[in-house]
């Protein structure tokens, strides 16, 4: 069993604090999710808050709407590029970047890039994004990012393949450019639990990231509905899933251990907590003991 966290609304500086200690304590990865923006004014409802099929949480983020002006929002890349360059072992992921809202071109660079930097450590998680009024204010239409991000994720597999190629599509046109020189492996994770966005997981991507923190038994419905797909599309790879959990209690960790899971995530703001960095390092510590991860990390045995 590999034991990350999952991060939102943490100063990038912090975000380094958090990556060195994580690693230390024996986490596996830091997923960080974004906005670009954050709308002072906004109806549109996250598909994971109460009364959908896994809640983020709860109707707002740590106490607080999940966009806020008070939200700390930092670029994904950017932020994970530094904890990367501090660290050695600790994996990361974007969970996860709006795809839409940038052009593949540039996200197929930025992308390679931060591969390069924490030398093959890094996840991209993309998903198409919910808030209505972030696209507005970034003038990309709502409408339509679905084919977006189909059409983006195709252009990354191409530039990423290294050397001149062109791409003729619905959304994006352009003859033949260079993005990289040599082939690039970045893994890409696809999010959301609806039936079209299992579908397109199993399409299109290298493993799936839960949206929200589905309960046990939907993680259990979901898990065999990904594989049924994985099975129709004849699919024999690997597909990673990971999971958010609620709470950082081992028992919960076991019960997904005894069913196969691999990959579950805790959440930033049940483990970095306190006033100072020297609180939430020792509450990051204790989460860490508490899950068993030091004493995995110091004998080497697995979960």
């Given at each position: 069993?590999?034991i990350g966290?999952s991060?939102?609304d943490v100063p990038a500086?912090q975000?380094q604090e958090?990556?060195?200690a994580?690693?230390?304590?024996?986490f596996?990865?830091l997923w960080?999710g974004e906005?670009?923006v954050a709308?002072i004014h906004?109806?549109s409802h996250?598909?994971?808050?109460?009364?959908s099929?896994?809640e983020?949480g709860?109707?707002?983020?740590?106490?607080?709407p999940?966009v806020?002006?008070?939200?700390?929002l930092?670029?994904?890349?950017i932020?994970l590029?530094?904890?990367?360059a501090?660290t050695?072992t600790?994996?990361?992921?974007?969970g996860i970047?709006?795809?839409?809202?940038?052009?593949?071109l540039?996200a197929a660079?930025?992308a390679a890039?931060?591969?390069n930097?924490?030398?093959g450590?890094f996840?991209?998680?993309?998903?198409?994004?919910?808030l209505l009024?972030?696209?507005?204010?970034?003038?990309?239409p709502f409408?339509?990012r679905t084919?977006r991000l189909?059409?983006?994720?195709?252009?990354?597999?191409?530039?990423?393949?290294?050397?001149?190629?062109?791409?003729?599509?619905?959304?994006?046109?352009?003859?033949l450019?260079?993005a990289c020189?040599r082939p690039v492996?970045v893994?890409i994770v696809l999010?959301?639990?609806?039936?079209?966005?299992?579908?397109?997981?199993?399409?299109?991507?290298?493993?799936?990231f839960?949206?929200?923190?589905?309960?046990?038994?939907q993680?259990?419905?979901l898990?065999d509905?990904l594989?049924?797909?994985q099975a129709e599309a004849g699919?024999?790879d690997?597909?990673?899933?990971t999971?958010?959990?609620?709470?950082?209690?081992p028992?919960?960790?076991s019960q997904y251990a005894?069913?196969g899971?691999?990959e579950?995530?805790v959440m930033?703001y049940?483990?970095?907590?306190?006033?100072t960095?020297?609180?939430?390092r020792?509450?990051?510590?204790?989460?860490a003991t508490?899950?068993?991860?030091?004493?995995?990390r110091?004998?080497?045995?697995?979960l």
């Open positions: 069993m590999r966290i991060c939102y500086k975000l958090l990556a060195v994580a690693e230390q304590c024996g596996d990865s960080l906005h670009v709308p906004y109806t996250h598909p994971t808050q109460p009364g099929d896994a983020h709860s109707s707002d983020y740590n106490g607080k999940i806020d002006p008070s939200v700390d930092v670029d994904p890349l932020a590029a530094a904890a990367a501090c050695t600790i994996g990361f992921a974007t970047y709006l795809l839409p809202l940038r052009h593949p540039l660079r930025a890039t931060l591969g930097v924490s030398d450590r996840r991209l998680g993309v998903g198409s994004g919910w009024e972030e696209f507005d204010a970034l003038g990309e409408v339509g084919g189909t059409e983006s994720i195709q252009v990354l597999r191409k530039a990423w393949a290294g050397g001149a190629f062109e791409f003729h599509g619905e959304h994006y046109d352009f003859d450019v260079h020189a492996h893994p999010g959301g639990n609806s039936e079209p966005a299992l579908r397109r997981a199993v399409a299109l991507a290298d493993g799936w839960s949206s929200g923190i589905p309960t046990f038994d993680a259990r419905a898990r509905r594989a049924e797909l699919r024999t690997l597909f990673p899933t999971w958010r959990i609620g709470t950082p209690d028992e919960v960790v005894a069913e899971f691999e579950l995530l930033q049940d483990v970095w907590v306190g006033a960095l020297e609180e939430k020792a509450s990051l510590e204790r989460a508490t899950l068993g991860l030091t004493q995995q110091l004998t080497g045995a697995s």
